[in-house]
C-alpha cells in the first residue's frame, strides 16, 4: 500500500514576517482591508505551492489565519460573544478585530496558552445562550482557491469538542459541554460544505484528548463523531503534543476514517496503536518533531515506519507531529549561523523535506533515499561528537550543588521586616512589570549598534540617554519602585541567549506568539555558561539616575527553557540546572553592584506543566529547584520579585510558593482578578501585586474600573503585603497610552491608601 505524506498546518506568519507587517500597518489606518487580505492571499498561497513543490501528498486548508485559529472557529460557527453586539450577517473584519483586540468600550477576549505551547489562542465565551450559525465563509472561499491552484487540499477544523473545551463559561450554573447538540448541526453544516467543494478528507483537530478528560467529555465524543460521520467527507482525527493511548478504547471505536498520533515527543504510543488493532482506520504517524528544529535522524524514523508497516493491515500516512505553527519557517534563510550548529537544524520547509524522503524511502525503497540517509547519519554524528557541546565547567558546578544553594538564608517573615527596613515604601507600592515602550529610535539605534552603524560607546549614550529618560518620566509619574524599561533587550529570551555559551541564534527564525506577535526562540545546543555580567551595567545606570530603588530585570531559568529550542540529548531538567547557575551568577553581581531588588520573570512557569496530571510533580520539583537556585544566592535584604502572566495558577500554588520570591506580580486583569480568589484560599504567604489592567490590549482603562479591581484586591489580601502594577510588560505599548494609564494607577493606589490609613 502506498503511503501518503501530509502536514497538519504550516507557519502563517510568513518568512519574513510579513502578516506581521501588513497586520500592524493596517491597524494603523495605513493601509486599507484589501491591502491586508492580499497579503495575506499571498502567503498562503506560498504555502500552499511551496509544500506542493515540496511533494507533500496532501496539503492543509484553512489552517492559516489573520489572527488566531481558535478566533476563525469563532467566526465560522458564529459563537460571537453577545457583548460585541453581533446579531446576525457575516462577521465584517472590524468584529473580528474587535474580538481579537479589544475597542474602545469593549475588552479583548481573554487570551490563553495554546496547551503547553508559547502560543496564545483567543478563548470562545459560552453561556447559556449562545447560539451557532455558520457565520463565515473564508475556510470555503481558501479551499477554492486552493483547488483552482491544483493544490491536493485537506481541510483543517477544530472539532466540536477542543472547541468547547477551549472556552470558557461566562456565567456559573452552566457547562459549556450542554452546548454539544446545538454545536453538532454547524459543524455538519460545513462538513457537507466542504464535501461539495470536492474535498475528500478533512483533518479534524482534537488535541484535547492528550489532557485527562472527565467522562461526559470522553462520551460528547463519542456522541458527537455518531451525529459527524457520514457528511460526505472522511475525518481524519488529528491528536497531538501528547500520548492519547489512554483513550484507546474510545478511539477505536470512534467512526473516523483516520487517526493521526504524534509519535515524535512520544515514541512509545505508536506500539499500543499497532498492538491494538486500527486497521479500518488510516493511521498518520506524527514522526517529525512539529516543536522543535533538530533534524531527525532519518535512517532510525525509517526503521520505525518501515516496521510500522509491515505490522499495520490499514493505511499510514507520515506527518510533523503537529502543526508547523510552532517551528520557524525556512533555515535557508539563515546565513549567519555556524554551518556546523546549522547542519543540525530543520525548520519547517526543511521538515517537510525530511517527511517526503520518507514517504519516498517507503514507497519506493530506502536505495532511493541512500544520500539523503548518508548525510542525515553524519549530521548526526558531528553533533554528538562536538566539542561544541561539553563543558565540564559547567558538569562540575551541577554535580557540586548542595540543599543550602536553594534556600534564602532566613524565611520570609525576616527577610520582609529588613527589606521594609532598608526600602521604606509606602503601603501599596507601585511598580511596572520591567519593559517601557519600544520607541521608534530605541529599535533603530539597537538595529544600528548591529550593524555595526553605531560604535560601542555611541550605543551606550543612546541607551543611557533612553534609561534616564525612563527614569524620569517615571518618577514624574511617582511611581515607587521603578525599572530601567528594557530598551537594550528586543526579547527577553534572546537578549540573555545571546550572552551566554551553549546558545545560537537565528536571524528569521520568527514563531508566532499570538496575533502579530512573533518570537525568535534562540536555539540551546550546548552546555550553557555565563562568560560574564549581562545586565549589570544597565542596572547600575538606572539606579544611578534616582535614589527610589530600580529592580534589575532577569528572565527566569525556566522561561529561559521554555522559550528557547532545547536540546533534546539530555534531560530539560540538566538544562534548566545549568541556566539556573548563570542566572544566579548574574544576581550576585546585581547585588554586588547595589542593586537590592531583583525581578527574574517566569512568564512561562505553567507552560511547562505536562499536559496530564500524573506527570505534573517531576516538572514542579525540578523547576521550582531551578527558580530557587537561581535566586537564593542573595542576603535578606535583597529583595527578589517574580512576574508571571496569562495563566491560571489555581492547581500549582503550592509550588508557586515554594519559589519563595518575595514578591510575586501576576496577571489578573483580563480574567477580572478572579485568580485573586484562589491566592486568598490558599492563603499565598509573600508579597502580591495582582495586575490593575490589561496591557494586551490598547484600551486605556478607566481610573473607576482600576479603582474598583484595587479595592477589590485589597479587600482580599492584606494591604501590607500587596503591590499595584500593570498586568505585563509594556514594551508594545506607547508612551501616551502609557502614561495615561501609569499616571491614573499611581493615582488610584494613592486614593485608595489615604483611605486604608484614615
Ligand atoms: N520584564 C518583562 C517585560 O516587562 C516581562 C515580560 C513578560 O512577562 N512576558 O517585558
Ligand atoms: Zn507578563
Given at each position: 500500500m502506498t503511503t501518503l505524506t501530509h502536514n497538519l498546518g504550516f507557519p502563517r506568519i510568513g518568512a519574513q514576517r510579513e502578516l506581521k507587517k501588513a497586520l500592524e500597518t493596517y491597524w494603523k489606518g495605513q493601509s486599507s482591508i484589501d491591502q491586508l487580505l492580499t497579503t495575506a492571499r499571498e502567503i498562503r498561497t506560498g504555502n500552499w505551492l511551496?509544500?506542493?513543490?515540496?511533494?507533500?501528498?496532501?496539503?492543509?486548508?484553512?489552517?492559516?489565519s489573520l489572527?488566531?485559529?481558535v478566533l476563525d472557529m469563532t467566526a465560522l460557527l458564529g459563537a460571537i460573544p453577545q457583548r460585541f453586539g453581533n446579531t446576525g450577517g457575516s462577521i465584517s473584519s472590524d468584529l473580528y478585530f474587535a474580538m481579537a483586540r479589544g475597542t474602545a468600550d469593549q475588552p479583548a477576549m481573554e487570551m490563553t496558552k495554546w496547551f503547553n505551547t508559547n502560543y496564545h489562542y483567543i478563548v470562545p465565551e459560552f453561556d447559556s445562550n449562545t447560539q451557532f450559525r455558520l457565520a463565515s465563509d473564508r475556510l470555503?472561499?481558501?479551499?477554492?482557491?486552493?483547488?483552482?491552484?491544483?493544490?491536493?487540499?485537506?481541510?483543517?477544523?477544530?472539532?466540536?469538542?477542543?472547541?468547547?473545551?477551549?472556552?470558557?463559561?461566562i456565567t456559573p450554573d452552566f457547562q459549556r459541554l450542554d452546548l454539544l447538540p446545538r454545536l453538532l448541526p454547524v459543524y455538519r453544516e460545513i462538513l457537507q460544505k466542504i464535501a461539495a467543494l470536492g474535498v475528500e478528507w478533512v483533518q479534524i483537530d482534537e488535541p484535547i484528548l492528550s489532557l485527562d478528560l472527565e467522562q461526559s467529555w470522553l462520551d460528547g465524543f463519542t456522541k458527537a463523531y455518531h451525529t459527524l460521520r457520514d457528511n460526505g467527507c472522511r475525518l481524519l482525527l488529528t491528536t497531538y503534543f501528547g500520548t492519547v493511548d489512554h483513550h484507546l478504547a474510545l478511539l477505536k471505536n470512534l467512526p473516523v476514517n483516520g487517526l493521526h498520533i504524534d509519535v515524535s515527543s512520544v515514541q512509545e504510543q505508536l506500539e499500543s496503536f499497532l498492538t491494538e488493532d486500527f486497521s479500518d482506520k488510516t493511521l498518520s504517524l506524527g514522526c517529525i518533531d512539529g516543536r522543535n528544529i533538530w533534524h531527525a535522524d532519518l535512517s532510525q524514523k525509517l526503521n520505525t515506519l518501515s516496521q510500522a508497516a509491515s505490522r499495520f493491515a490499514g493505511e499510514l500516512w507520515v506527518a510533523p507531529s503537529c502543526s508547523l505553527l510552532h517551528c520557524p519557517v525556512d533555515l535557508t534563510l539563515e546565513t549567519k549561523l555556524e554551518p556546523e550548529i546549522r547542519n543540525w537544524l530543520a525548520f519547517s520547509v526543511q521538515k517537510l523535506e525530511e517527511i517526503a524522503t520518507l514517504g519516498c524511502g517507503l514507497n519506493q525503497g530506502r536505495e532511493s533515499i541512500k544520500a539523503i540517509l548518508l548525510a542525515s547519519d553524519e549530521a548526526r554524528r558531528s553533533r554528538t561528537e562536538s566539542s561544541r557541546i561539553y563543558n565540564p565547567i559547567v558538569h562540575q558546578r551541577i554535580d557540586n550543588l548542595a540543599e543550602r544553594d536553594s534556600?534564602?538564608?532566613?524565611?520570609?517573615?525576616?527577610?520582609?521586616?529588613?527589606?521594609?527596613?532598608?526600602?521604606?515604601?509606602?503601603?501599596?507600592?507601585?511598580?511596572?512589570?520591567?519593559?517601557?515602550?519600544q520607541t521608534a529610535t530605541i529599535r533603530q539605534a539597537r538595529a544600528a549598534f548591529r550593524k555595526n552603524e553605531l560604535s560601542h560607546l555611541e550605543y551606550l549614550s543612546a541607551m543611557r540617554a533612553e534609561i534616564q529618560e525612563m527614569i524620569r518620566k517615571q518618577e514624574e509619574i511617582g511611581l515607587d519602585v521603578?525599572?530601567?524599561?528594557?530598551?537594550?533587550?528586543?526579547?527577553?529570551?534572546?537578549?540573555?541567549?545571546?550572552?551566554l555559551w551553549g546558545y545560537?541564534?537565528?536571524?528569521?527564525?520568527?514563531?508566532?506568539?499570538?496575533?502579530?506577535?512573533?518570537?525568535k526562540p534562540p536555539i540551546l545546543y550546548g552546555d550553557v555558561y555565563r562568560p560574564k555580567a549581562m545586565t549589570v551595567e544597565w542596572s547600575k545606570y538606572a539606579q544611578s539616575q534616582t535614589r527610589k530603588p530600580?529592580?534589575?530585570?532577569?528572565?527566569?531559568?525556566?522561561?529561559?527553557?521554555?522559550?528557547s529550542f532545547v536540546r533534546d540529548d539530555q534531560p530539560r531538567s540538566t538544562t534548566a540546572l545549568q541556566l539556573a547557575l548563570a542566572i544566579r551568577d548574574e544576581v550576585t553581581d546585581l547585588e554586588n553592584a547595589g542593586i537590592g531588588m531583583i525581578q527574574i520573570d517566569e512568564p512561562a512557569f505553567r507552560e511547562g506543566l505536562p499536559l496530564r496530571k500524573q506527570d505534573w510533580e517531576p516538572y514542579l520539583d525540578w523547576a521550582v529547584k531551578a527558580f530557587r537556585i537561581a535566586s537564593s544566592s542573595v542576603k535578606d535584604e535583597t529583595q527578589i520579585h517574580t512576574h508571571m502572566c496569562y495563566s491560571e495558577f489555581h492547581d500549582i500554588l503550592p509550588a508557586i510558593a515554594e519559589l519563595d520570591a518575595d514578591v510575586i506580580t501576576i496577571e489578573t486583569s483580563r480574567s477580572r482578578m478572579e485568580l485573586l480568589d484562589a491566592f486568598v484560599k490558599f492563603s499565598y504567604p509573600n508579597e502580591i501585586g495582582p495586575?490593575?489592567?490589561?496591557?494586551?490590549?490598547?484600551?486605556?482603562?478607566?481610573?473607576?474600573?482600576?479603582l474598583e479591581l484595587l479595592k477589590k484586591a485589597s479587600r482580599h489580601i492584606d494591604p501590607k503585603s500587596l503591590w499595584v502594577n500593570p498586568d505585563c510588560g509594556l514594551k508594545t505599548r506607547n508612551w501616551p497610552e502609557t502614561q495615561t494609564a501609569l499616571q491614573k494607577m499611581v493615582d488610584c493606589a494613592k486614593t485608595l491608601r489615604s483611605t486604608l490609613q484614615a
Open positions: 511551496l509544500q506542493q513543490k515540496t511533494g507533500i501528498d496532501l496539503i492543509p486548508v484553512g489552517d492559516f489572527y488566531d485559529h470555503f472561499q481558501e479551499i477554492e482557491a486552493a483547488k483552482a491552484l491544483g493544490i491536493n487540499a485537506k481541510a483543517v477544523l477544530i472539532g466540536p469538542l477542543s472547541y468547547l473545551h477551549l472556552g470558557k463559561e534556600q534564602r538564608t532566613h524565611p520570609f517573615a525576616t527577610r520582609k521586616h529588613l527589606q521594609q527596613q532598608r526600602f521604606n515604601l509606602p503601603l501599596l507600592p507601585t511598580t511596572t512589570i520591567g519593559s517601557f515602550p521603578l525599572v530601567h524599561g528594557e530598551p537594550e533587550r528586543n526579547d527577553m529570551v534572546e537578549y540573555f541567549g545571546e550572552q545560537a541564534f537565528t536571524e528569521n527564525g520568527w514563531v508566532q506568539s499570538y496575533g502579530s506577535r512573533c518570537v530600580v529592580k534589575g530585570m532577569l528572565t527566569g531559568p525556566v522561561t529561559m527553557l521554555m522559550w495586575g490593575v489592567y490589561d496591557i494586551h490590549s490598547p484600551r486605556v482603562p478607566d481610573a473607576s474600573e482600576m
